[in-house]
């Protein structure tokens, strides 16, 4: 039985959740506001996808690359949109997508704006997996990708398994990611050594993160993963928000917070494994998705929909940005990713420790 205070706190959790200002149809203002984003999210989103078909050493215009996406192109154009760009296009919207969701949603279940999946070492056990199969096996690019899986996939659950103590919560899980996430990048630095020349270029070039050379055989996985794991997170999304308040607020509610808790990590790992196994560690897109999608619907909450949205976009420009802003020499995504993260991560920690909160 669940003592008074923590009914109460329920109580006024519940009351205080429901203290919003609405429009004269009923509708939350703070909805209405998270719906726009959303919205406006997903237009950047398909907008920069179509200039990012159309790059390229054969440019496209818009117009041609629309009209091309519905069958009404040259023979030439269909070639160059359907088999060669937009494959391409679509594994950067369901990475991107991917990363944005499992950020958003390690950062709920940790309530720490740093427990991302580059922080807790989620990447680096993908690339783990990913480095012994190219290093131990020389494996197959398909090879690579569920290595890149497992690997991703081991990791994860190490590190609940690690963090579990009555529960996983918090600090504590950030604590043991991040001492996860040292020791398999050391385990990366040796299987680095140990490769020849080749294989150690090949296993660079992955580390890297990159979009080139993505086709159909990356989408579809990609695809029928996020087909099925976005609803079942989104279905969540409520009982994810009402954990936020603290899990005796959680169980005052209704919800089973262990369950609900291990099943969207489990979902989490999957999408950021299978993200990483598709397009190689691209990094920083996890940790900075969800926060710019929070500071735009400026609400409470994972903001699923919104981070989804926003790390699609997120990805889609800096691949254009890979390929258009730096000349002649078109850089991986990662690269890019990495650069703008980097700083992103550095304004974070200086916000955090002005709060107060680090």
Known sequence: ????????????????????????????????????????????????????????????????????????????????????????????????????????????????????????????????????????????????????????LLTGFAIYVLAWKRGVHGYRLVLVGIGVSAIVTAVNGYLLTKSDIVDAARAVVWMTGSLDGRDWAQVWPLLALCAVLVPLVLVNGRGLRMMEMGDDVAYALGVRVERVRLLLMVAAVLLTASATAAAGPVSFVALTAPQLARRLTRSPGPNLPASLCMGAALLVVADWASQRAFGAEQLPVGVVTGVLGGVYLLWLLVTERKAGRI
Not at 26 to 38: E, K, N, T, W
Not at 105 to 130: C, E, K, W
């Open 1 to 152: 039985m669940r003592s008074a205070g923590t009914a109460k706190a329920a109580d006024g959790a519940a009351k205080s959740t429901s203290r919003v200002v609405r429009t004269p149809g009923g509708l939350s203002i703070r909805l209405v506001r998270a719906f726009a984003v959303v919205l406006l999210l997903l237009i950047v989103a398909l907008a920069a996808s179509v200039v990012l078909i159309g790059t390229g050493d054969f440019p496209i215009p818009a117009a041609d690359v629309l009209r091309t996406l519905v069958g009404e192109g040259t023979a030439g154009q269909e070639f160059i949109v359907n088999e060669l760009r937009l494959p391409r296009v679509l594994v950067g919207l369901l990475v991107g997508a991917s990363l944005g969701l499992g950020g958003a949603l390690f950062q709920s279940i940790s309530r720490n704006p740093l427990g991302s999946p580059d922080v807790l070492g989620l990447g680096q056990g993908a690339t783990a997996g990913a480095l012994t199969v190219i290093v131990l096996f020389s494996g197959s690019a398909n090879q690579v990708a569920l290595g890149a899986l497992a690997g991703g």
